[in-house]
């Protein structure tokens, strides 16, 4: 009985050594096979000669490069943002998004179809959990957008990724880290550990395994309240990890790691960007190494909520700037194309 190929993009590079040396063939073949693959960009058998006929036959056998195909791909109107449905196989729906900041370019990847966590605001949560991704479907969403990227006029190289698409990362801890392992490989991508950054609502016991384990990137919480009964009508998992739970896996996370932690905050007019929620910000996180990273709502249907404007962020700013606190204030970028978390595929 013959079992269905694997996906090449689930395999770390020591996997496919392993595959390979289980087949009886030499691990010199796996190790091109891999740089055809992630250094040349080629997931066609026929561009691949240097590979013995023997060896590439069982290959194309055994595995299969599976890419996902663009179901609907729309461009925001300043250009900075192309936001892609991507279809998976067995016909759900994810979205990955290609974003240009000030020179830099950054792939936002979805770690989950669908999400359990139920944020009021985000468009993913009030779809609902559907299923995990597997390693290779997250680590084709990077695959894809570097495509795009070398096809562009200067033919450029993906650099940065952002796990903040659709879906909790933690939630899919063991097959987000095995795809950041594999996007990270010093002989293929090279995804520099600190142009990775992990965003999470706050599930502590992923934050406390990814202070335990030496995986550095950055990691971002998203907060969007500093005080728990307004987090919980906001963020329902709060419910399960409360805040003061979540402060000491972060404060964990910070000792152990070295390394400071940006905390999001959705700004949300009149309900969570007053002077006093912001001064509760700093009083939260005074002497943290921290940043907070305001961003002003992405609208959407299920949700009432309007974004905050220009003046109020800066005056939040001001404040959080009292408690020592550096902060950023997001562009708005891509609204018109759904770019927020699951607005596209919640649209389709
Ligand atoms: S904001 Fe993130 S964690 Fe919350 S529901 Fe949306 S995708 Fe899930």
Known sequence: MSSSP????????????????????????????????????????????????????KAEAELVFARLPVAVETHSADGFTRKYLLALADDRRIETVLMRYTGRVTACISSQAGCAMGCVFCATGQMGFVRHLTPGEIVAQALHVDRVLQGAAGGERLRNIVLMGMGEPLHNYDA????????????GLGIGAKRITL????????????????????????????????????????????????????????????????????????????LESAHAVGRLLRGQQAQVNLIPLNPTAGYGGAPTGREAAKKFQAVLAEYGLPSTVRQRRGIDIDAGCGQLAAAK
């Open 6 to 57: 694997v996906n090449f993009h689930d395999l770390t590079r020591e996997q496919l050594r392993a595959l390979t040396v289980r087949w009886g063939f030499s691990p010199v073949h796996a190790a091109r096979l891999w740089s055809y693959v992630y250094l040349e960009r080629v997931d066609a058998w026929a561009l691949m000669p240097e590979l013995p006929a023997r060896y590439r036959a």
């Open 176 to 187: 987000v880290m095995h795809a950041i392992d594999i996007l990270r490989d010093s002989s």
């Open 199 to 274: 965003s999470t609502v706050g599930v502590v016991p992923g934050i406390i395994r990814l202070a335990d384990e030496a995986r550095p990137m950055h990691l971002a919480v998203s907060l969007h309240a500093a005080i728990q009964e307004e987090r919980a009508a906001l963020v329902p998992v709060a419910g399960k990890w409360p805040l003061a739970e979540l402060m000491d896996a972060c404060r964990y996370y910070i000792a152990k790691q070295e390394r400071r932690i940006f905390y999001e905050w959705t700004l949300i007019e009149g309900k969570n960007d007053t």
